[in-house]
């Protein structure tokens, strides 16, 4: 029996550039690293494509960006910061808390910083990935994390004529803080949770904002404030006080799952809060009307804002919902006809979440591209961080892992405790690699695809929580708790694990 080219090497180990090599700096790549640190594993890096941490908070810096999630949850359970100024802090204020953790955690020797990952391909002959850079580096590990995370490649419509636009454009991933909005005349398309956030800071400089709405979404109040002083001072002389309004705000979210993925009915009364906030804050009857969604809350993403209705009251803000039939110099042309004169557009479509990585990033050892094995058949992992056919590589925020009703970085947490018990395992069997079995991954999967058709988000509507397919690859269909309880401990048994010289050997005989 002939030998496979990729075992074509010595059976001698082979010594990587670094154990550990994490892909990204938000925060799924900074816990990852700063818990190898923890466990005492100090031989790993970090790529980053650009020249700063920060991930999407880095990326997004469009006016009005925040979080929907209250910051004393939204943070490191392990790095509590008593000083958030408000409860859903804005962008920068976040992006801060993560060159924080960077800079106490010793972690800028670390990031090698303007450095892409290209390509990553898995060498059966060495259990070692080979990760091609955009600087034309190779550089070697034995474990890969991926820390991109779903929202890191922005969608932009597919509309006749965007290429002909003469003024200008940009994604709200990609603003443009030199452009001057004052007296423009301004198209938005896109309705989603970035639009909410920055048509309100642009409404009020432009002459005129035309909002191209394809589907209302759901939109209720933003319970936010400032943090008041002496609750800083408190949170920081007695932090358990503030691990208390954590875990409030934890479980008060937590609680949310029930209508979302237990009985969906109980949306219904989301629905009627809604109804309600638009009746409040819309005085005009016919707009009250285009702005009522006729799907169930949560079906797609819940949206939430105390200025969004109040900035489409405005006199030179008009809501558009005829579509778009083509887009020219410097118009748009509504499928009613209408030609709409513009000086810019500005694109609120939000990210490729259901397709979050680009073909040829991940080559598993018989050469199969990742991209290409999910675009075929929807993204699947299991518990969203092991890939079967892909040894040693983990994904954080990977697939059926977001949430609609709480923290992602409670989910993040969970992850990066489970991989570390991969490692720890390997390492215990003297072993090179582990890779999750097939037939746990499918049966994992199938029952979850099982438990989504239950919840929300299968009601009827169309979401960017779903393939064109209808598959839904994005979200974990029960409480975080639950994820956490399922991943807190390592099964041996769901994984295969080998070494080296017992794969050469093998397909030498």
Same mark, same amino acid.
């Given at each position: 029996?002939?030998?496979?080219? !990729?075992?074509?090497?010595?059976? $001698?180990?082979?010594?990587?550039?670094?154990?550990?090599?994490?892909?990204?700096?938000?925060?799924?790549?900074?816990?990852?690293?700063?818990?190898?640190?923890?466990?005492?594993?100090?031989?790993?890096?970090?790529?980053?494509?650009?020249?700063?941490?920060?991930?999407?908070?880095?990326?997004?810096?469009?006016?009005?960006?925040?979080?929907?999630?209250?910051?004393?949850?939204?943070?490191?359970?392990?790095?509590?910061?008593?000083?958030?100024?408000?409860?859903?802090?804005?962008?920068?204020?976040?992006?801060?808390?993560?060159? *924080?953790?960077?800079?106490?955690?010793?972690?800028?020797? *670390?990031?090698?910083?303007?450095?892409?990952?290209?390509?990553?391909?898995?060498?059966?002959?060495?259990?070692?990935?080979?990760?091609?850079?955009?600087?034309?580096?190779?550089?070697?590990?034995?474990?890969?994390?991926?820390?991109?995370?779903?929202?890191?490649?922005?969608?932009?419509?597919?509309?006749?004529?965007?290429?002909?636009?003469?003024?200008?454009?940009?994604?709200?991933? *990609?603003?443009?803080?030199? !452009?001057?909005?004052?007296?423009?005349?301004?198209?938005?398309?896109?309705?989603?949770?970035?639009?909410?956030?920055?048509?309100?800071?642009?409404?009020?400089?432009?002459?005129?904002?035309?909002?191209?709405?394809?589907?209302?979404?759901?939109?209720?109040?933003? $319970?936010?404030?400032?943090?008041?002083?002496?609750?800083?001072?408190?949170?920081? /002389?007695?932090?358990?006080?503030?691990?208390?309004?954590?875990?409030?705000?934890?479980?008060?979210?937590?609680?949310?799952?029930?209508?979302?993925?237990?009985?969906?009915?109980?949306?219904?009364?989301?629905?009627?809060?809604?109804?309600?906030?638009?009746?409040?804050?819309?005085?005009?009857?016919?707009?009250?009307?285009?702005?009522?969604?006729?799907?169930?809350?949560?079906?797609?993403?819940?949206?939430?804002?105390?200025?969004?209705?109040?900035?489409?009251?405005?006199?030179?803000?008009?809501?558009?919902?005829?579509?778009?039939?083509?887009?020219?110099?410097?118009?748009?042309?509504?499928?009613?006809?209408?030609?709409?004169?513009?000086?810019?557009?500005?694109?609120?479509?939000?990210?490729?979440?259901?397709?979050?990585?680009?073909?040829?990033?991940?080559?598993?050892?018989?050469?199969?591209?990742?991209?290409?094995?999910?675009?075929?058949?929807?993204?699947?992992?299991?518990?969203?961080?092991?890939?079967?056919?892909?040894?040693?590589?983990?994904?954080?925020?990977?697939?059926?892992?977001?949430?609609?009703?709480?923290?992602?970085?409670?989910?993040?947490? /969970?992850?990066?405790?489970?991989?570390?018990?991969?490692?720890?395992?390997?390492?215990?069997?003297?072993?090179?690699?582990?890779?999750?079995?097939?037939?746990?991954?499918?049966?994992?999967?199938?029952?979850?695809?099982?438990?989504?058709?239950?919840?929300?988000?299968?009601?009827?509507?169309?979401?960017?929580?779903?393939?064109?397919?209808?598959?839904?690859?994005?979200?974990?269909?029960?409480?975080?708790?639950?994820?956490?309880?399922?991943?807190?401990?390592?099964?041996?048994?769901?994984? $295969?694990?080998?070494?080296?010289?017992?794969?050469? $050997?093998?397909?030498?005989?």
């Amino acid at each position: 029996m002939n030998a496979p080219a !990729y075992f074509n090497a010595p059976a $001698a180990p082979v010594t990587p550039d670094v154990e550990t090599l994490i892909i990204g700096t938000g925060f799924a790549g900074l816990c990852m690293a700063i818990q190898l640190q923890k466990a005492g594993r100090h031989s790993f890096m970090l790529l980053e494509k650009a020249e700063d941490v920060g991930g999407t908070w880095r990326e997004n810096t469009y006016p009005g960006c925040a979080c929907d999630v209250p910051s004393h949850l939204y943070s490191f359970s392990f790095e509590p910061n008593p000083d958030w100024s408000r409860m859903y802090s804005p962008q920068p204020e976040i992006q801060r808390y993560i060159r *924080h953790c960077t800079e106490k955690y010793g972690l800028r020797p *670390h990031i090698r910083f303007n450095t892409e990952m290209k390509r990553c391909e898995f060498d059966g002959a060495s259990a070692l990935w080979h990760v091609h850079t955009g600087t034309g580096e190779i550089i070697t590990a034995r474990y890969l994390v991926s820390g991109m995370g779903p929202l890191h490649k922005p969608v932009y419509p597919k509309i006749a004529g965007l290429e002909t636009f003469k003024g200008k454009s940009f994604h709200s991933a *990609h603003w443009d803080h030199e !452009y001057d909005f004052t007296g423009k005349r301004v198209a938005v398309i896109g309705t989603g949770a970035s639009a909410i956030q920055f048509v309100p800071q642009v409404a009020g400089k432009v002459e005129e904002l035309h909002l191209f709405q394809r589907t209302p979404p759901w939109v209720l109040p933003k $319970a936010d404030r400032d943090m008041k002083p002496w609750e800083q001072k408190l949170f920081k /002389a007695l932090p358990f006080l503030q691990r208390l309004f954590r875990s409030q705000i934890y479980l008060r979210m937590e609680s949310r799952a029930l209508g979302f993925t237990v009985n969906p009915k109980l949306m219904n009364k989301i629905a009627e809060m809604g109804r309600k906030y638009i009746a409040s804050q819309i005085d005009d009857p016919a707009l009250r009307e285009k702005l009522t969604p006729d799907y169930m809350p949560g079906c797609k993403r819940l949206l939430i804002s105390n200025d969004y209705y109040a900035a489409l009251n405005r006199a030179n803000v008009t809501l558009e919902t005829d579509g778009i039939k083509e887009v020219r110099a410097s118009s748009i042309i509504t499928n009613d006809g209408r030609e709409i004169e513009v000086d810019a557009i500005i694109y609120g479509t939000g990210f490729e979440a259901a397709d979050p990585i680009n073909p040829g990033q991940f080559i598993g050892p018989d050469g199969k591209d990742l991209h290409a094995h999910w675009e075929k058949n929807g993204a699947e992992a299991y518990y969203g961080i092991s890939v079967s056919g892909y040894p040693n590589l983990f994904f954080l925020s990977g697939p059926n892992t977001g949430l609609g009703h709480n923290s992602i970085i409670f989910m993040i947490e /969970a992850q990066v405790n489970y991989i570390l018990q991969c490692l720890d395992e390997v390492e215990k069997r003297g072993a090179d690699m582990l890779d999750v079995r097939q037939n746990v991954q499918d049966a994992f999967n199938e029952k979850l695809q099982k438990e989504i058709k239950t919840t929300v988000w299968s009601s009827g509507c169309t979401s960017w929580y779903q393939r064109e397919d209808g598959k839904n690859t994005t979200l974990w269909p029960s409480f975080t708790m639950r994820y956490w309880h399922e991943t807190r401990r390592l099964h041996p048994n769901d994984y $295969a694990f080998s070494k080296v010289s017992e794969k050469i $050997a093998l397909a030498a005989d």
